[in-house]
């Protein structure tokens, strides 16, 4: 029996959640919310509403929440209530309060499942990483540090994403979390939080750049450039380990604008230290297919058709992640306060 | 399905000692007429891509090298031998000729290790990486056309250890010193394992179906074959044609291209998961085919004198891995679990 779905937002990610709900068996799309009549023109073989109080309907197994930021507390709080599963698009909420509340509620609805869509775990150069991590080859991860970002564009002004009172934050937590997220993959949780940003070009009063340095109790430092002035569409995470390093380049999306996802393996080469190879031979591997929705989604269908725990894109790794955008945010404000205050 | 590019340190006088390699080559003169001239039938169809070889490329182009005529498929351009030869004359072949024995007393002493380190080794470790993907039981059984061992299909071994690739790697990498925990024999008519695996021993069949449709056979569902095979879509293969160091008879023949390999895997029922062409001397082949007079295009030509620093010869073999357009490839191929279908 395939779980009963409703989506509820049409937009960017909706549009992708209904197409691989119609490619696996494990779904049936039985109804999609959303308000504005353009989307809802698009719609054909599922029933269209308006009406988002529809996904509370008896009808629905589970709920997508693919609305814009300040509206995913409260619907995915009340889903929950209402004997939904639901999952939630990233990022989850406003704020650090928001999946805070969520996780409240999602606490006192335990027999409910709740994932958040951090895709890029699933992404095919991210999982073949966290295998060679996992496995030790290259042994233990000192380090990481990720560039995301993209070039704005003729929409970006209007779109809701920049207004502060919807989205809750710029860059960093519209894009740059899906980095965090894979810091967090990739090493021990981060506790300590230096950052700077800045909304120099675009001025939105939410950051287009954000440079966050990162550490945790094993050790691990990371970094991460977010930012919305690349003027063109860059992902790039590197990995240092104990015997060499990953890079995962480029990056499968549906426009190909971050160009072709690569994994780059280089295994440290010195015999000893006067014969160093600063430049040692690479291997790198060309994914051409993207199946993290696809995954994602029947990891979220095998947690709520066979009632396993959710592990992967859980509230917690959502927390972690909004944690760390919550402590970037605190420590750049202080920043600009303290500078303002010396000018 | 994805591909890779991976630079080693290979050079030819690696895999290919030219005063060895040569004595090899007088030694084939000799042995060829005696094991290859009795014929089978005409082929009619190319054995890739199984279209009709009246189809030629261009129409008529066929060459004869050490006694054996091959034609390039006009459908999916791969070179395979024009006729077919007697099956218990090429295991004679290889398991007495005086060829053979000479390329292992004499090619296969003097490369083994640069072999071993350059070859095998990334080979067993690209194929340990590639597991990480697939859920085995910790016990693996492995098979292994071993290309320094003579004959055909009593090529491939069977290996039981205590089994896992890194007793299998062992023996892959020591070549015939197999440790005292690794068992082998000749597989079976009805055994089954969990991977194949074969460093240029494909391209000595003749029927290259057939030793696809035997691999299939003997997997377990979810079963995986790691191979290399010379391509005739290698740029070497492309720019020499008949004078291609790698077009070697009887060793090869046939070369399959990059195009017809992939419709060939799939007909036998496999999913092709990779197929590279991590190659690294196509640019020293075709620079050793200019210093002995062998006619080459105009642009490579141009490319060869006028570009030879080191890091631009590199930059051309690394776009050539990256377009899958050097002569070496390396293909995992998988055998879909009936579960899961
Ligand atoms: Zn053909």
């Known amino acids: ?343 | 399905m994805e591909f890779s590019t991976v630079f080693l340190d290979v050079q030819e006088k690696d895999v290919r000692p030219m005063d060895e390699y040569n004595g090899y080559l007088d030694r084939l003169k000799q042995d060829i007429p005696n094991y290859y001239a009795e014929k089978g039938e005409s082929r009619m169809t190319c054995p890739v891509c199984n279209a009709s070889l009246s189809n030629m490329h261009p129409p008529g182009e066929e060459f004869t090298k050490n006694l054996i005529t091959y034609v390039k498929c006009g459908s999916c351009s791969s070179v395979v031998a024009k006729e077919k030869f007697v099956l218990s004359n090429i295991q004679a072949f290889f398991t007495e000729s005086e060829s053979r024995k000479y390329w292992m007393t004499e090619i296969w002493s003097k490369t083994s290790e640069a072999r071993i380190e350059k070859i095998y080794q990334p080979f067993v470790s690209w194929a340990q990486g590639r597991l990480l993907d697939y859920d085995f039981a910790e016990a693996l059984s492995v098979a292994e056309f071993l290309p320094n061992q003579p004959g055909l299909l009593e090529g491939w071994k069977r290996v039981r250890s205590k089994d896992n690739l890194s007793a299998f790697a062992s023996c892959v990498t020591t070549g015939t010193n197999l440790g005292e925990s690794v068992t082998i024999h000749s597989i079976e008519t009805n055994e089954k394992v969990d991977i194949l695996m074969s460093v240029d021993g494909l391209n000595r069949f003749e029927d290259p179906a057939r030793a696809l449709s035997w691999a299939i056979e003997h997997l377990n569902p979810g079963g995986l074959f790691f191979f290399t095979t010379t391509l005739s879509t290698g740029i070497e293969t492309l720019e020499l044609g008949a004078d291609s160091y790698n077009v070697l008879p009887p060793d090869r023949l046939f070369l399959p291209s990059y195009e017809g390999l992939q419709a060939l895997a799939a007909r036998a029922g496999f999913e092709v998961v990779e197929f590279s062409t991590p190659g690294m001397l196509d640019a020293a082949l075709l620079r050793h085919a200019e210093k002995e007079g062998r006619k080459l295009s105009p642009t490579i030509q141009y490319f060869l004198n006028n570009r030879s620093v080191e890091n631009d010869v590199k930059e051309f073999q690394s776009t050539l891995q990256k377009l899958r357009l050097s002569a070496f490839g390396r293909v995992l191929l998988h055998k879909k679990d009936c579960k899961k279908t």
Not at chain 1, 22 to 41: G, I, Q
């Open chain 1, 1 to 343: 029996m395939p779980v009963k779905c409703a989506i509820l937002g049409f937009g960017y990610m909706g549009e992708i959640r209904l197409r691989e709900m119609r490619e696996s068996e494990l779904f049936e799309p039985v109804l999609v919310c959303e308000p504005d009549p353009e989307k809802r023109a698009k719609l054909s073989g599922v029933e269209i509403s308006d009406d988002p109080e529809q996904i509370f309907r008896n009808d629905i197994d589970a709920v997508f929440v693919c609305t814009p930021n300040d509206k995913i507390p409260d619907f995915t709080c009340r889903a929950l209530k209402a004997g939904k599963h639901v999952f939630a698009e990233k990022p989850p909420g406003r704020s650090y309060q928001d999946i805070k509340d969520i996780i409240a509620v999602e606490e006192e609805c335990s027999d409910r499942k709740l994932m958040f869509g951090f895709n890029h775990r699933y992404h095919p150069g991210m999982q073949r990483a966290k295998k060679i991590i996992d496995k030790k080859s290259l042994g233990r991860v000192l380090w990481v540090r990720g560039l995301y970002g993209k070039s704005g564009g003729k929409n970006f002004a209007s779109s809701w994403r920049n207004k502060k009172e919807v989205s809750g934050g710029g860059i960093l937590l519209d894009q740059g979390i899906h980095m965090l997220d894979l810091f967090n993959f990739f090493c021990e949780p981060f506790n300590e939080v230096k950052a700077f940003t800045s909304d120099a070009y675009w001025q939105f009063e939410l950051e287009d750049n954000a440079f966050v340095i990162l550490k945790n109790p094993e050790g691990q430092n990371a970094m991460l450039h977010s930012s919305a002035t690349f003027w063109k569409h860059r992902f790039q995470i590197d990995i240092g380990l104990e015997e060499g390093y990953l890079t995962v380049q480029g990056f499968l999306s549906k426009s190909g604008s971050y160009g072709r996802e690569t994994l780059i393996i280089g295994r440290k080469q010195f015999e000893d230290e006067t014969d160093a190879i600063g430049n040692p031979s690479e291997e790198i591997i060309y994914f051409d297919k993207d199946l993290s929705w696809q995954i994602e989604m029947e990891k979220f269908a095998d947690c709520v058709l066979n009632d396993r725990p959710v592990t992967d894109s859980t509230s917690a790794h959502a927390l972690a992640a909004m944690e760390i955008v919550h402590k970037a945010y605190v420590d750049s404000s202080t920043k600009n306060i303290d500078s303002a205050r010396q000018n």
